[in-house]
């Protein structure tokens, strides 16, 4: 009988268990490896051979018989490294040349050899741990430096061997390898200390910031427009300060994508601290998207739970600001290429800063602007209509008088902000148990109409403001759902008047403001 072994296989994100089938049999020499394998995993035949022979075995090279090794399921392709030490293993067990006593029959297997027999790290730990968790496996073996994004997942042993001898040694039961369960606590640390780019430190620009903390409270997104140097890029790396703490779940998913980017560090691999990225405005569209040759995470994707910041907005490709149309709608992105379909999540706040045009000086009360009626209309369309409409918050951001800005007074800090946010953020969590969304951005029709319910002549003013201002019906929806959020800031439990015409005033007006 051939020997089986289990490993799995990375699509995206997500991951499917690999048949690992071994078989020596009787005939003529030959060495082949079956189940749509890639380049990688053909030359795994030099590295198992050499990383065996090293350690005192007998190579499937240097063997007098036929060795097969299938991977199934045979339809689905198989890539890189990490079926090296499962098929060491089934060789050496259906050769005889190992019989082990521990059942590997719940045991997910993933790694690479090196030719000395070391086990090399690998990309996506957490991903597999993750999945031989959901399939029902108890036990997952990875290289030694992934036990601990391995060891994040509750509830599954963790096997990390150093190489093939001590692998061999752990399952014959003749020097058992420490195995590795969670402990992890879902806690947070918090630090009262002012950063770098504490709120106390951006002197004026008070409307800007009220409508930064209503971003970060509903998780909507923010467009800032205004001269350069004005502060606008000040404003977007402070968002992060008040940020409430991620749950253990979310780092799980944002530590998850970064296993598969392979920039976690092994020391401390799960990720407590919410992204924030800043891709530059030159970026390409698979860099921002997603996909590339090997269908990589984009900068979407690597943002989820955290801030997207886009500076220089409209300077973006057109194909690339077009392409974020889905992703800011539905939280994910699918990524469809000749090599395959993959879909990322991309559940980001995204906080944009553009000027108002060309030379960036239109509509600043102290230096006038240089450009034509014309290249400003053409720069102001960069930024489309439909992109435009699923940005919730519009926010000028005007140049600040000399007085304000030389003053030594400090103003409120991001932890008094970020204590009103996390009050409004627990609000939404009660709010939403039970619903598979967080924030009040994520809200759909249903949710709308359930919990953003105007009176008669709430809905009647509403009305009438919207026609004014001749907003979208998704504009409409986005007024409501950032009305919830200045009412949950407010500790309201009914949207009031004031809170609409706040909304209102961050929402997007027809046309170019020339």
């Given at each position: 009988?051939?020997?089986?072994?289990?490993?799995?296989?990375?699509?995206?994100?997500?991951?499917?268990?690999?048949?690992?089938?071994?078989?020596?049999?009787?005939?003529?020499?030959?060495?082949?490896?079956?189940?749509?394998?890639?380049?990688?995993?053909?030359?795994?035949?030099?590295?198992?051979?050499?990383?065996?022979?090293?350690?005192?075995?007998?190579?499937?090279?240097?063997?007098?018989?036929?060795?097969?090794?299938?991977?199934?399921?045979?339809?689905?392709?198989?890539?890189?490294?990490?079926?090296?030490?499962?098929?060491?293993?089934?060789?050496?067990?259906?050769?005889?040349?190992?019989?082990?006593?521990?059942?590997?029959?719940?045991?997910?297997?993933?790694?690479?050899?090196?030719?000395?027999?070391?086990?090399?790290?690998?990309?996506?730990?957490?991903?597999?741990?993750?999945?031989?968790?959901?399939?029902?496996?108890?036990?997952?073996?990875?290289?030694?430096?992934?036990?601990?994004?391995?060891?994040?997942?509750?509830?599954?042993?963790?096997?990390?061997?150093?190489?093939?001898?001590?692998?061999?040694?752990?399952?014959?039961?003749?020097?058992?390898?420490?195995?590795?369960?969670?402990?992890?606590?879902?806690?947070?640390?918090?630090?009262?200390?002012?950063?770098?780019?504490?709120?106390?430190?951006?002197?004026?620009?008070?409307?800007?910031?009220?409508?930064?903390?209503?971003?970060?409270?509903?998780?909507?997104?923010?467009?800032?427009?205004?001269?350069?140097?004005?502060?606008?890029?000040?404003?977007?790396?402070?968002?992060?300060?008040?940020?409430?703490?991620?749950?253990?779940?979310?780092?799980?998913?944002?530590?998850?994508?970064?296993?598969?980017?392979?920039?976690?560090?092994?020391?401390?691999?799960?990720?407590?601290?919410?992204?924030?990225?800043?891709?530059?405005?030159?970026?390409?569209?698979?860099?921002?998207?997603?996909?590339?040759?090997?269908?990589?995470?984009?900068?979407?994707?690597?943002?989820?739970?955290?801030?997207?910041?886009?500076?220089?907005?409209?300077?973006?490709?057109?194909?690339?600001?077009?392409s974020m149309r889905q992703p800011l709608e539905e939280g994910s992105i699918l990524v469809a290429r000749a090599r395959g379909v993959v879909e990322y999540p991309a559940r980001?706040?995204?906080?944009?800063?553009?000027?108002?045009?060309?030379?960036?000086?239109?509509?600043?009360?102290?230096?006038?602007?240089?450009?034509?009626?014309?290249?400003?209309?053409?720069?102001?369309?960069?930024?489309?209509?439909?992109?435009?409409?699923?940005?919730?918050?519009?926010?000028?951001?005007?140049?600040?008088?000399?007085?304000?800005?030389?003053?030594?007074?400090?103003?409120?800090?991001?932890?008094?902000?970020?204590?009103?946010?996390?009050?409004?953020?627990?609000?939404?969590?009660?709010?939403?148990?039970?619903?598979?969304?967080?924030?009040?951005?994520?809200?759909?029709?249903?949710?709308?109409?359930?919990?953003?319910?105007?009176?008669?002549?709430?809905?009647?003013?509403?009305?009438?403001?919207?026609?004014?201002?001749?907003?979208?019906?998704?504009?409409?929806?986005?007024?409501?759902?950032?009305?919830?959020?200045?009412?949950?800031?407010?500790?309201?439990?009914?949207?009031?008047?004031?809170?609409?015409?706040?909304?209102?005033?961050?929402?997007?007006?027809?046309?170019?403001?020339?």
């Amino acid at each position: 009988m051939p020997a089986k072994l289990y490993s799995v296989t990375r699509h995206g994100i997500n991951a499917q268990t690999i048949e690992v089938e071994v078989d020596v049999a009787s005939g003529l020499h030959s060495f082949s490896i079956v189940g749509l394998a890639d380049k990688a995993v053909e030359e795994s035949k030099e590295r198992i051979s050499s990383a065996l022979k090293n350690n005192g075995f007998k190579a499937p090279r240097s063997f007098n018989k036929r060795v097969v090794i299938n991977l199934a399921p045979a339809d689905l392709k198989k890539e890189g490294g990490i079926y090296d030490v499962p098929m060491a293993l089934g060789f050496l067990i259906d050769s005889e040349q190992m019989k082990p006593k521990k059942d590997i029959e719940n045991t997910l297997i993933v790694g690479e050899l090196g030719l000395d027999g070391k086990i090399r790290p690998i990309k996506g730990a957490l991903l597999y741990a993750l999945h031989a968790k959901d399939a029902g496996y108890s036990t997952i073996l990875v290289p030694k430096e992934n036990e601990k994004e391995a060891a994040l997942v509750k509830g599954l042993e963790v096997v990390a061997p150093k190489n093939i001898k001590e692998l061999v040694q752990h399952l014959e039961g003749r020097k058992k390898i420490q195995t590795t369960l969670s402990d992890k606590k879902e806690s947070s640390s918090k630090d009262s200390s002012l950063k770098e780019d504490d709120f106390a430190y951006i002197k004026g620009q008070e409307s800007a910031k009220k409508a930064l903390e209503i971003a970060v409270a509903g998780g909507h997104n923010i467009l800032f427009q205004g001269p350069p140097g004005t502060g606008k890029t000040m404003l977007a790396r402070a968002a992060i300060t008040i940020m409430p703490e991620m749950s253990y779940g979310e780092s799980l998913e944002v530590t998850k994508i970064e296993s598969v980017c392979r920039q976690l560090p092994s020391d401390e691999p799960l990720v407590t601290k919410r992204p924030f990225r800043t891709p530059h405005h030159s970026s390409s569209e698979s860099a921002i998207i997603g996909g590339g040759s090997k269908l990589q995470p984009g900068e979407i994707t690597r943002a989820h739970r955290g801030i997207l910041f886009l500076d220089e907005f409209p300077e973006l490709h057109r194909n690339v600001l077009e392409s974020m149309r889905q992703p800011l709608e539905e939280g994910s992105i699918l990524v469809a290429r000749a090599r395959g379909v993959v879909e990322y999540p991309a559940r980001f706040m995204l906080v944009a800063a553009a000027n108002p045009c060309p030379c960036g000086y239109f509509g600043d009360s102290s230096r006038a602007c240089s450009c034509t009626t014309g290249s400003i209309i053409r720069y102001q369309k960069k930024l489309s209509g439909p992109i435009a409409d699923r940005i919730d918050l519009h926010v000028q951001v005007p140049r600040q008088k000399h007085e304000k800005l030389s003053s030594e007074e400090l103003e409120e800090s991001s932890a008094n902000i970020k204590t009103r946010v996390d009050h409004a953020r627990k609000v939404q969590t009660k709010r939403f148990e039970g619903e598979n969304i967080i924030t009040n951005s994520e809200m759909k029709l249903r949710h709308l109409k359930k919990y953003c319910a105007l009176d008669e002549h709430l809905n009647k003013r509403l009305g009438t403001a919207i026609e004014k201002y001749k907003l979208s019906a998704r504009g409409y929806h986005s007024t409501l759902k950032v009305s919830r959020t200045i009412a949950d800031l407010a500790g309201e439990k009914d949207i009031k008047w004031e809170h609409l015409s706040l909304a209102l005033q961050y929402a997007k007006r027809e046309g170019p403001e020339i």
